[in-house]
């Protein structure tokens, strides 16, 4: 689940940089991410496995998308885990569930252009990532890039990452 979810080991991308990403204004995990991406290339979203704050995650940017909710929250820290057994079980009914909802489960699209807001959880990134052409700073911890659609945002996400 993305980070201020409070989900089990709630993050963005990974666990000591990002603290919040935006597109267009909709604040996104890496599940709604590739999400946007796959709705650039007209593809819906039909299953997602996790706990229940990213089951919710998804279902609010892609209705009638198919979830195994497999853990119940407890802390950041702690879950109700299902039995293996039973956890497989579930993820194979909810993919069955989501391969026969495919014709009502509609694309995520962000829309272009895509304003990306990256909030890191310090200001050193920002000062790295400013140095790419396009990259504009936005506050003293996060910066903002305008691509053309959600396909062109993630890879450019992708390169501010490995300067990170």
């Known amino acids: 689940a993305m980070y201020g979810s409070g989900g089990v080991l709630e993050h963005s991308f990974d666990m000591k940089n990002y603290h919040r990403v935006t597109l267009n204004g909709i604040e996104v995990g890496e599940a709604g991410f590739i999400a946007s991406v796959a709705g650039d290339l007209d593809l819906p979203v039909l299953f997602l496995s996790g706990d229940d704050r990213s089951c919710k995650e998804i279902a609010e940017l892609v209705p009638h998308v198919s979830t195994a909710c497999v853990k119940q929250t407890l802390s950041r820290n702690a879950a109700v885990s299902l039995h293996p057994e039973s956890a497989s079980a ?31 959880n310090s200001s050193a990134p920002v000062e790295r990532n400013i140095l790419v052409p396009g990259v504009e700073r936005e506050g003293s911890r996060s910066i903002r890039y305008k691509a053309e659609n959600a396909t062109d945002a993630y890879r450019v996400f992708g390169l501010l990452a490995r300067i990170v």
């Open 90 to 120: 579930e993820i194979a009914r909810a993919v069955v569930r989501g391969i026969s909802r495919r014709d009502e489960i509609t694309p995520f699209k962000i829309g272009g252009p895509v304003e990306m807001v990256v909030e890191y």
